[in-house]
Every structure is written in C-alpha cells, then in structure tokens.
C-alpha cells in the first residue's frame, strides 16, 4: 500500500542548531515529494517539493530537502534553527505523477528551545 | 486574491445536527479535496473532486457527501454528527489537477466539536 511515514512526532531542537526531519515513502516508480508547514492556528503552506531533477531541493525559510530514491527517502534539512521555525512538518507523497491525490505522513512537530 | 476560504472556523455541534463545512476558492482551480485532521494521524482524505459536477471518496468517506455544482465552491456536509467527527477540516485546491506541479493551496481550517 501507498504510504508515508515520519518517524519522529516530536523534535526538540535549540535554538541555532540542526535539525533533521525524517519523511520515508513506500517505493513506486514514479513519485512527486512535499513538505508543507503548520504554524499553530493556522493552515499548511507548501515549503517545497521534489518533482525530478536535482536531488536537493531548497525550499522557503532556509530549508532543504535531498530525495534519496535507493533508500525511499525525502528527509528535510535546515542549518540553523529560529524560534519562529516552531511548527508542524509535514510531509506529503503524490503516487504516479499526474495522480490528483497527496498522501500525508502523521507530521512532526518541531519545538525550537532558546 | 482570497485563495481558498473556509467558514465557519469553528463550530459546536450536539450529536445528530447537521450542518454544510463550506469552502470557497477563486483561483479557478479544477481540483478540490477534503481533509480532516487528527492527532497523530496526520491529514486524511475524506472527499475530492477533479472539476464541476465531479466527486469521488478519499479515505474515510463515511458521515460525510460533497457536492460540486460550481468551480468555486466546494461545501462538505455532516448529516447527523457524531463525536468521532470532532476534528480539524481542511478543505485544498490545486491548479488543473496536477497537483505534482503545483501542490496544494489550503484553506485556514474550521475546527468542529461534537458533543
């Protein structure tokens, strides 16, 4: 069955350091990637996608992505984190290209700590 | 450009009242979805449709029927609520249906509470 999975529900991160959301896909040939962002109260935004091409992908807000098709991955990477990066992550798969429906993973909530 | 509009944003319900989730968008987008959004869950599919006078079932169809008798508007209706329909809805749209190019446009949810 088509899925997504993020692992982790929660990242706790200070504020200026690394972080690292992990999204994992079940493997098709043919897949289109998303992350899309949740401030609190609020709806998703979309932070960028993979379509084909480069493998690294640079979204909004200093944000990145590396698809990784041997080990169905799409993890999303940021340098240095802010207090305003506190959000829900979430990351979305479209099977089969021109297919109309975005499968979502579970989300990741991102807790930036001063 | 309003983009994708929601109303209400949030509603209490008592067990078995009925009430139409509306959603609005006007970017001509032919394709438009229902999520609803729970913890730990994520966001599941519950209705999309790929143009005027089209809808199918996503993922957890039941309690729920659509309607799309106009490109802009998308209204999800509750026929006799239940507490297990107490969640966050969204409602989506995407340009020409391909949603690989240009993703989602999401709407700033209604929040509905059955009690």
């Known amino acids: 069955a088509q899925s997504v999975t993020q692992l982790d529900s929660q990242v706790p991160v200070f504020e200026e350091a690394p972080v690292e959301l992990r999204c994992n896909y079940s493997?098709?040939?043919?897949?289109?990637l998303f992350w899309y962002v949740q401030y609190p109260n609020q709806g998703l935004q979309l932070l960028l996608k993979?379509?084909?091409?480069?493998?690294l992908v640079k979204g909004i807000n200093g944000f990145e992505a590396e698809f990784n098709k041997s080990q169905t991955s799409f993890h999303l990477r940021k340098p240095s984190v802010h207090i305003s990066d506190t959000a829900e992550y979430f990351c979305?798969?479209?099977?089969?290209?021109?297919?109309?429906?975005?499968?979502f993973g579970t989300g990741t909530l991102l807790a930036v700590q001063p | 450009n309003a983009g994708v509009t929601q109303t209400p944003k949030f509603q209490v319900l008592k067990t078995g009242q009925s009430m139409t989730l509306q959603c609005a968008q006007d970017?001509?987008?032919?394709?438009m979805s229902w999520y609803r959004q729970d913890p730990g869950m994520g966001l599941r599919l519950i209705h999309y449709?790929?143009?005027?006078?089209?809808?199918d079932q996503g993922e957890v169809p039941n309690g729920y029927n659509v309607s799309r008798s106009t490109t802009e508007d998308f209204p999800l209706r509750l026929l006799s609520a239940a507490p297990s329909q107490t969640s966050v809805y969204f409602c989506?749209?995407?340009?020409?249906?391909?949603?690989?190019?240009?993703?989602?446009?999401f709407g700033s949810g209604t929040r509905l509470t059955v009690v």
């Open positions: 449709s790929v143009g005027a006078g089209i809808t």
């Open positions: 493997s098709s040939v043919s897949v289109y």
């Open positions: 993979y379509l084909s091409g480069s493998t």
């Open positions: 989506a749209s995407s340009q020409n249906g391909q949603v690989g190019n240009y993703g989602y446009t």
């Open positions: 970017m001509n987008h032919e394709y």
């Open positions: 979305a798969v479209s099977y089969g290209g021109a297919t109309n429906k975005l499968i």
